[in-house]
């Protein structure tokens, strides 16, 4: 298993190579087994992505109500609450996709007022409802994850009890950085995936990102090592200054780094 850096002029150009990669390992999933199994994730990747996917020609090109809807974290509110992932996702994607029937979309309960049981609950989900991976665990087709400035993505955070899960598949995670409880899938099903698009764009995640190209592990996001996890990333999260490297134009060439 590798990881690969794609990275690309702008911020632009990442969202429009991420909506076409959820085109491209859509359709491939729906000839394969019927159905698509996508995992969404929380911060600005819907809001940069999802406006391109709701809107021909992408809209055109998937059988949406072949789509399988899930989410990698969600914060402890009521599903109408701004600060909810799934919230986000229904106003940028979701109410806007054809076909899309409220059964294929299935979110965390960060209402619930018993959250371990809610993880309990979406972990019986996801194992009765995914394919399953050669070691057995269940399979998404596509995972989208994040990063945030210190390393995170999902609801995974430094020095969290939930970066040492190796049973469980999702779990409450007490995040005091934020002050608050977040459920959150972990490392083993996430690695299960297909394939992971890590998306970063901006200046501020260059630190971040540049620590997991050096395979530094102290970063949550290094821990990602799904059958394929391809990070793909603006010249400012890469720690490039426009125009010094590979021209003005165009990506540069995918960077393909051993896990480890």
Known sequence: MTREFLVLE??????RETADRVIALGQEAIDRQGTFHFALTGGST????CPLLVVPPLVRQLDWSKVEFYFGDERAVPATHPDSNYNTARQ???DHLPRVRPGQVHRMLGEAADLDAACHAYEALLRRVLPSSPDGLPMFDLV?????????MASLFPGTAALHERDRLAVPNWVPQMNSWRLTLTFPIINAAREVNFVATGADKAEAV?????????????EVDAERTLWIVDREAAGEVVGEAHGTSGPSAPEQAASG
């Open 10 to 15: 702008d911020a632009d150009a990442v969202a």
């Open 46 to 49: 819907p809001l940069m992505v």
């Open 92 to 94: 940028a994607m979701l």
């Open 144 to 152: 989208w994850l994040g990063i945030g400035t210190d390393g995170h």
């Open 210 to 222: 540049t620590s997991v190209r050096a395979g530094r592990h102290e970063v949550p996001a290094a």
